[in-house]
């Protein structure tokens, strides 16, 4: 069993849709939670960066933790065809390594 | 743009070769990491350096290894290539250990 669990989509919504994305993880060490989007021939951008449970919003996007769930949640409201990309989730615990998601293919029709 | 840069941005050799990838940190930061990124496998953590010393090593092969200069870029190096070590390779960095990464947009290795 992977660490990190990722649905890996793809997932195809329509412009101004809520997106939701799922992470779950079983190595209760991990303390650090990203969400990181990649788009093709390119390097993972970082969305989001939290360390506690509960939600933090920036803009169209906000990430929820519940750690007592090991499960992590992306949402991005008003969807833009922009978005469309592979959206990756990351965790991390004392030792500083990301472990990575296998990574959800999102496509906003216009 | 993420201000990690990483050259050269594809690499074409034969097997058993030996390639260096390099990679600049964002100014000012003193961590940088290596994952190598393949569609089976997903992005994988390599070794990480700090200060120009080695600080974590992950799922790295011991014909790959890695290190950081003084002016903090960092080389890996890649040697008696398989065609399985054809992959993305990705450099990001941080200003610490315990701050967010920040990636380039990698080199592409092509094993023929």
């Known amino acids: 069993q992977k660490e990190v669990e990722q649905d890996p989509g793809p997932l195809s919504v329509p412009e101004g849709a809520i997106v939701s994305l799922n992470c779950t993880y079983s190595n209760s060490a991990f303390q650090y939670f990203m969400w990181y989007r990649q788009y093709s021939r390119k390097g993972p951008e970082l969305l989001m960066y939290?360390?506690?449970?509960g939600n933090k919003e920036d803009g169209r996007f906000t990430a929820q933790v519940d750690k007592s769930s090991k499960y992590i949640s992306l949402f991005i409201r008003d969807s833009q065809p922009s978005d469309s990309a592979t959206y990756l989730c990351a965790m991390s615990g004392s030792a500083r390594q990301l472990t990575f998601g296998s990574g959800t293919q999102l496509t906003v029709l216009p | 743009d993420s201000g990690v840069t990483q050259t050269p941005k594809h690499l074409i050799t034969a097997t058993g070769q030996r390639v260096t990838l390099r990679c600049s940190p964002r100014?000012?930061?003193?961590?940088v990491y290596w994952y190598q990124q393949s569609l089976d496998q997903g992005l994988q953590f390599l070794i990480q350096?700090?200060?120009?010393?080695?600080?974590a090593k992950g799922n790295i092969l011991e014909r790959f290894s890695a290190q950081q200069f003084p002016d903090l870029h960092s080389e890996l190096n890649l040697s008696s290539l398989e065609l399985g070590d054809s992959a993305l390779y990705f450099c990001?960095?941080?200003?610490?250990?315990?701050?967010?990464?920040?990636f380039g947009d990698g080199t592409r290795l092509s094993i023929l």
């Open positions: 100014s000012g930061d003193l961590s």
């Open positions: 350096y700090y200060n120009g010393e080695e600080r």
């Open positions: 939290t360390y506690s449970s």
């Open positions: 990001a960095s941080s200003a610490y250990s315990n701050q967010p990464q920040h």
